[in-house]
């Protein structure tokens, strides 16, 4: 199983229309793919929860390494990763969660725009250990029909192939973490 996060707490996001997409097309594949939106239910990152989190963080956590690979869409947002995103990832640090994982980024910004997300998010992906592949779906913002849903089946294809490539890497053979 896939496990598709946006890091987009808006209703119309693009990054979360192409998750909804990623599953349309991962379907096709007979790969399953799950959204999940605990994000947004998050508490503040506080290290003195680590040892006893809320339900929101231990079933974040649990998602995140029940799954095979992570399909991430984030946008940029002021130069950087969007608040609520970035405190989602601060809870995999103490858990390990994350660590080695196959990690897809999709990046569906418009043309000359998100250049400083890949710059923000890799040292965090690296810093939980994450293995990580950037994709970009150049013009993909230009496919959405009226609703905001990604219905193009060029896209939709594509979209097909990155998650097969996602479900078929291997965990990355990291050295052992100290926890």
Known sequence: MILAISGSLRRASINSAVLRAAVTAAAREGIVVTIDDLVRKLPHFDPDLEEAPYEAV???????????????????????????????????????SLYGKPVTVLDVSAPGRGQNLRAALGPVLTAIGADVE??????????????????????????????????????????????
């Not at 009226?146 to 490539?165: H, K, Q, S, W």
């Open 58 to 96: 231990l079933r974040f956590r649990e998602a995140c390494e029940a799954a095979s690979g992570v399909l991430l869409s984030v946008p940029e947002y002021a130069f950087g990763i969007p608040g609520a995103f970035k405190n989602g990832l601060d809870w995999t640090v103490g858990s390990g």
């Open 134 to 179: 950037y994709r970009a779906l150049p013009g993909a913002a230009r496919t959405r029909d009226a609703n905001g849903e990604f219905t193009d089946p060029e896209t939709i294809e594509e979209l097909g192939a990155i998650v097969a490539e996602l479900a078929g890497r291997s965990p990355a053979q990291l050295p052992l973490r100290a926890r």
